[in-house]
């Protein structure tokens, strides 16, 4: 509010026709010093008031009160009015007795109009009686001034004037409040939005000073503090009364940042992050965050579980890998090393020697683990449909395309690890734009002109020789070079035979467990372990997980002696045998063998089985009804 404090009846009187003339939204008061100051305290002393007045009232007002007092000055023009009369009459002499704010236009104005006056003044109104008794002793003629001026010069028989304000200076002293009250409302809206978002953080937020006295906070702080009591207050509280154990008495010395301390607030722990305020080399506070630990955990949970549900999580670490074979604890070695890096990988091995499962591992244990995971097979998809999923596209790209667009792969693998597997399937041409991706890290949807930068580790692997397929022309050499920075192979599981047994009783644990059923007592017979240790495993790991769930299975209807018979005859190598070689029969039979075999080793994958045997779907497709 805007209340105007009047010295003297007049001034109060025009205010009033001010206020009424312009619609000012101000009350008026009249009231000379003290009981103008006692006038200002009704109004309340929160600083809220802004007020209007004069002379000595203004400045004991100010000087008393945490609120702004805006002080009528005195124009030239009402000196004018008052001083006019005494122009080139050296022989009446003027007292002016003033503050500051008068005595400055009252000495302009009496030096340009040649009036023979003397200037006395005072600092406050308790100097007005000394400089009244001053003037007496000087012999001037006539008191120019302020009401308590005038007052006390009447009092002594005196001549005085009284230099009154016109609705000019009133005016203006009222529309620079109402200029200030604007501003201020419009600083408390903002101020009051900024601390509605500061309360709307889930987050405890508090500033403290240089003695850890907490000067600010919002309410999730008191809450977690305080808990829901509106009982007492924060402000002025040491952050030690909480936090016994808290490390920013260290942050406010040592003006270093601190992440992620763990500390109790009573039974509950909590994360804190604090930050020292530093201005000119010097710790002038400490903001700190904090959160309950439990909320973070369900905040963790939750993302997790959405990553989850898009299947963009890894679930295998190096932890999952078995082996003691010295060639494979090799690669291992070399896996753990790249895994620090965000460097393009590029792992080569067999079908079925788990290359993705190294992908996820060298996942979980890169920087990057937080983000996503995401796996493509490259041959699984055509040319055409896996450029529109690992680019995405946007709506009305190619005739069937999703009205409002898709987002491709690379974009959902932002912030984590893409994963190419069988990249020496790629299509020669969308090879080029991969090498982009690899070279700018952007990417453009199919029918967009926009660059989408991402952020994204990419690991590719390959079950043939690229070397060879670059030689062949089937895969850039631009390419090659720039997804092999790193390059890590898989042995074959022939070449590992050391972990042929502990991954049979591993696969057996896994399998129970998945089915829910006892794991049973596994006693595997020399001959049988035999077979297994000098089987050339073209499947590899797969191959053998496959094995381990027929022999649980036939474990449940067959003794373990018929079951071990009837795997060892699955267990034979076409040279170990004269039975059903491989040369036997018909063209026709031979070539059905041996797609039926393949097919077999890639589970049923008609794309997989197509391109080992370099030949196409739909070929693949008629020979398998004519066999």
Known sequence: MIAFIAPYLGLKRTADRVVEKYGFPVSTYLGNLNEGLEIAERLGSSGRSIIVSRGGTAKLIGDHLPTQVIDIEVSHLDLMKILSPYISNPEVSLGIVGFKSLLKPARQVTETLGINAR????????????????????????????????????????AYHLIESSEESVKTAIEKALSIMTNVQREMEELGKTRAIFDSVNDGIISLDKTLKIDQFNSQAREYLMGYSRKGTLKGRSILDFVKDSNIPEVLKNQEKSEGRLFRIGDNPFVFNSTPVIVDGETEAVVTVFQPVSKLQKIESKVRSQLHKKGLTARYHFDDIISIAPSMLNSLKHAKQYSSTLSNILITGETGTGKELLAQSIHNASPVSDGPFVAVNCSALSATLLESELFGYVGGAFTGALRGGKTGLFELAHGGTIFLDEINSMDFQLQARLLRVLQEHEIMRLGDEKVIPVSVRVICASNSDLKEEVRKGHLRKDLYYRMSVLEIEIPTLKNRRDDIISLFQFFSLQICRRRKTPVPEIVL?????????????PGNVRELENLVEKYLTLGQIEDRARVEEILISYLTDPGDSCEDPVTEGSLKEIEGRIINAVLEEENGNITRTAARLEIDRNTLKRKLKEN
């Open 119 to 158: 200037f006395y003044r005072i600092h406050d109104e308790g100097e007005v009686f000394q400089k009244i008794e001053d003037i007496r002793k000087d012999k001037i003629d006539v008191i120019v001034g302020d009401v308590i001026s005038v007052r006390i010069a009447e009092k002594y028989g005196l």
């Open 525 to 537: 017979s020399k001959d049988f372990r035999k077979r297994l240790l000098n089987y050339s495993w």
